[in-house]
């Protein structure tokens, strides 16, 4: 399998004034092969939602490349940028109710991709969207309601319908199913499944939801405030982890399985994510690490590869 | 002060079909259509099910917090200690609100006065319900934020919401909900808003301070991982009414309510070996405006029988503690799926 998007150190700096900065991504490179499925996992303010917009352009880069079938994409998008790959690269967003225009139908929603980019009529457009309607579930006759008139569900079928009329080669999805009802998130997750197969996507798969990220993608990167501290398989990731923060984060994942959980230990470590204006010095878990070791407090760990297994991981355990 | 006798077995609340109805512009909603369970001391009860389906207006019903009007309780009791409380704000000279039942929402960040300090808000009950002076009560209230595990908690209390991250928060809505000892705890959706590890802090904080106190809690959650890691009981409502009630174990491993079975074959589950495949629910569910005359999951079920969508289906025992509502239970039923538990013998 070839490469479809190559992430090289790529980091994002946001300007707060008074000479502070926020470390939102630092150093973060990732590759991403046609037709896979990569999840990226981590806590709240660690920066996954900041590296998929920026790989898509959304925010400007402070350093690094983003190299998208071996082209290098622009440091910083100019509206013609947006134009051509936009067409490549489309994204799914968290919130199904902030990411609909209310003042918009729902044609002119799904439409409006179509419309900017090939223009190919008002008849044919309409054909399109009544087509991906159909295509996630909805009927066509949706077309001239409006978002309030429709459940979360809905609306995140949508969100991915405008996504995907355009019939992108690569899609950021965004927490896409963290504001869901359980049996809806099963709906979304595999309508995404369908629309992979069918079309040969390639997915970034953004989630705090590990188990979910464990089901739905073929490898995992975990994050940690702005860089990645282990990237493996999804099942190997997941039922061995080598970081610290790995193990933490999944033994912090409750399974629906009472005689497990009765029998596991708690696995709860102390203390927050700190703030990412402040980075500490050396391994970034350092302060809530259970293994923490002197070393850990003055020398950043690189994401090197392991000897026996296929996985990258960023801890001095390793090194 | 709380000097129930320590009988294990006593039941500490018990709620006898309780229906709530709303008025909006639309119509009547049926919210809550006929709803009973009881809670144990030091036991905890989850109620699981998806939005919309009852769960927080059956809690908030008990603590007096149902606006009326629109809402409206139709019918029904709930007794504390054998106490009737639907209604009434005080019961053996006692405020029920905040002093025999505490609760904690879903989103700390929108339940506390960003005015106040952390500590002037845990005080604050202490003065209403206990009649404390003011620097008793704020002594108390630090005293509080140590048990719920806020490091230098002198110094928080005199902070601001703001100053405080997520986690935090929902400690020191921990600590104010628990200041006056209630014999129970509410815990609405605690940790929805949460990450997962300090979802696991809180938790963890809350198991610790049952065994200390030995107050019951009513946990409302849709995530079936936090259930397992919690409860003692489990109820599964849907559409306004209880599906499923047993102890953890039956309902997770012997479910026998295909509401359930859905609930659980939508969530990845831990198989390694296993590429399980996830089942949704498909649909949505109904319409509480008019309730379907039947089972209001028929819709949505995949064993629906004729009778299921012209008439709800008895609670059936299958032990003494575990029951589903369901005509697939009814011996005569001509259908007994194997994926679903049925009593032994039927």
């Known amino acids: ?319 | 002060m709380n000097s129930a006798p320590a009988n294990s077995k006593e039941l500490l609340l018990e709620v006898k079909d309780l229906a709530v109805e709303f008025d909006t512009y639309g119509g009547t909603v049926q919210a809550v259509r006929g709803v009973n369970f009881s809670v144990e001391e030091g036991k905890t009860l989850a109620i699981v099910g998806e939005s919309g389906c009852g769960k927080s207006v059956t809690v908030q019903s008990m603590m007096g917090l149902i606006p009326m009007p629109p809402g409206r309780i139709t019918s029904g009791s709930a007794r504390l200690k054998g106490h009737e409380i639907l209604g009434r704000t005080i019961v053996n000279g006692k405020e029920i609100r905040g002093s025999e039942i505490g609760m904690i929402f879903q989103d700390p960040m929108t339940s506390l006065n960003p005015t106040m300090t952390i500590g002037d808000q845990i005080a604050e009950p202490l003065q209403v319900h206990r009649g404390y002076s003011y620097k008793k009560a704020f002594a108390e209230a630090i005293r509080l934020l140590e048990m719920s595990k806020i490091p230098e908690a002198a110094k928080r209390a005199r902070q601001y919401p703001f100053e405080f991250s997520g986690g935090m928060l929902q400690r020191a809505m921990i600590a104010m909900a628990i200041a006056c000892k209630p014999s129970i705890l509410i815990a609405d959706e605690p940790t929805t808003a949460l990450d997962v590890t300090i979802q696991a802090q809180i938790l963890d904080l809350l198991q610790d301070l049952q065994k200390e106190t030995g107050m019951a809690i009513i946990l409302i959650t849709h995530d079936l991982g936090v259930v397992a890691r919690m409860a003692d009981e489990v109820a599964v409502m849907y559409a306004g009414k209880i599906v499923e009630h047993g102890m953890v174990d039956d309902v997770f491993y012997r479910s026998a309510h295909p509401y359930t079975l859905g609930l659980k074959d939508a969530m990845p589950n831990n198989d390694p070996s296993l590429q399980h495949e996830l089942k949704p629910i498909e649909g949505s569910p109904p319409d509480l405006f008019s309730p379907p005359q039947g089972c209001g999951y028929t819709a949505r079920c995949p064993y629906a029988m004729q009778i299921c969508s012209k008439q709800q289906g008895e609670n059936t025992y299958l032990t003494e503690h575990h029951f589903s509502r369901c005509w697939l239970h009814n011996s005569a039923s001509p259908n007994k799926p194997d994926q679903l538990y049925f009593k032994e013998g039927a």
């Open chain 1, 1 to 319: 399998m070839s490469n479809l998007l190559e992430v090289v150190e790529l980091t994002k700096f946001f300007d707060m004034g008074r000479n502070q900065r926020v470390h939102a991504v630092e150093d973060v490179s990732l590759t991403v092969a046609e037709k896979e499925i990569v999840g990226l996992v981590g806590e709240s303010g660690s920066g996954k939602s900041t590296f998929g917009k920026t790989v898509l352009g959304l925010h400007d880069k402070t350093s690094g490349q983003v190299k998208f079938r071996g082209e290098v994409l622009p440091q910083k998008y100019q509206p013609k940028d947006y134009r051509r790959l936009a067409t490549n690269m489309q994204m799914i967003f968290q919130d199904p109710y902030s990411s609909l225009n209310p003042r918009m139908t729902i044609g002119e929603i799904v439409g409006e991709g179509l419309k900017l980019h090939e223009n190919p009529g008002a008849s044919v457009i309409k054909e399109r969207v009544a087509l991906w309607l159909e295509k996630v579930g909805l009927q066509p006759d949706h077309m001239s309601r409006y978002p309030h008139e429709f459940s979360g569900g809905q609306r995140q079928r949508i969100g991915i319908a405008r996504a995907m009329i355009l019939e992108p080669e690569f899609v950021v999805c965004d927490e896409p199913i963290s504001a869901l009802d359980v049996s809806v998130q099963a709906q979304v997750i595999n309508l995404l499944g369908e629309l992979k197969e069918s079309m040969g996507l390639t997915l970034l798969f953004i989630a705090h939801d590990l188990s979910m990220v464990r089901y739905v993608s073929d490898r995992m990167a975990v994050m940690y405030l702005g860089s990645l501290v282990e990237v493996g398989k999804s099942d190997e990731v997941y039922f061995d982890p080598k970081h610290p923060y790995t193990e933490v984060l999944i033994g912090s994942n409750p399974e629906p399985d009472p005689k497990l959980e009765r029998s596991r230990p708690s696995t709860a470590i102390q203390g927050e994510i700190p703030s990412p204006v402040n980075v500490p010095a050396g391994c970034r878990f350092a302060n809530r690490c259970p293994k923490v070791m002197d070393v850990c407090k003055n020398v950043t760990p690189q994401l090197i590869p392991l000897k026996d297994v296929d996985r990258q991981v960023a801890c001095h355990l390793y090194q």
